[in-house]
């Protein structure tokens, strides 16, 4: 009779090595004759097998057609800089949680894209500027950041929007840290503005720097997602029109990925042109 209903083809004889091999292997019996010759009981340990494995072999046709059909969930992990993990991510991840609320999302803040946690499976997404990349590795624009300068409103000659770039020479900036790519754009738009700053404060995020800027404690130069740049109380911006000042912000993935319907389902609710992100 167990013969006869396998999900594959089996003999009898089959399915009695079957369960003489896996007897053995065990070390006990799991089936004991009683009553008659087509009768077959579990012993205490196939009982207690029985109890463990029933529900894995239950649950398997509802499991196979989720795999099927790419209806299951997970956890994904992205990696990100503080900026875009901050403005970027969370209209994103309330799209996700609209669409796919089985999909779970673990976030790293990073200060420089390690495309190299793709190829060993630490991380699903990057969503960061990455320069260039290499073959393997797949790439959707997901925003466009521009660089704004931001000064206090209690200069003496502040304006908005009409600051003379001379009122800035004695002032002291408000720099991201050393080898970050922020504080890179932040340098090169110094060339660009002649300025030299007598010296400097170094903050971590955007937050800060807009803190210091609003207390008078210097100006900086602010990459940001929102069109009309940064946000505070107390400052003013100007938006930079040179070529450097304005960069791509893309969802990097492995190739693989192609095939992986959790973070296809992520990339399908990202960022695009039209929609708005938050200041």
Known sequence: KAARVFPYPITQPGVYQQVKRLEEDLGCALFVRGGGKARVQLTA?????YAFCAPFFEQLPVVERALRGGAYGGVRRIDGAPMTIRSLLPPWLVRLSETRPDIEVSLEEVDVADLERLRRGQADVIVDFIEEWPSWVRVQKVASVSTFLVWPCGLAEAREHELPI???????????????????????????????????????????????????LGYSLLPSLHPEGPRAEGIFVRRLDFAEASFEIVAATHEAAAENPLVQALLAVGPSEGRAVSS
Do not use: K
């Open 45 to 49: 340990a196939g009982r207690h097998l």
């Open 166 to 216: 001379e009122a800035l020479g004695a002032a002291p900036m408000i720099a991201y840290p050393a080898g970050s790519r922020p504080r890179e754009l932040q340098e090169m738009g110094l060339q660009r503005l002649g300025l030299s700053p007598p010296r400097s404060t170094t903050a971590r995020n955007a937050d800060s720097i807009l803190g210091f800027v609003a207390a008078g």
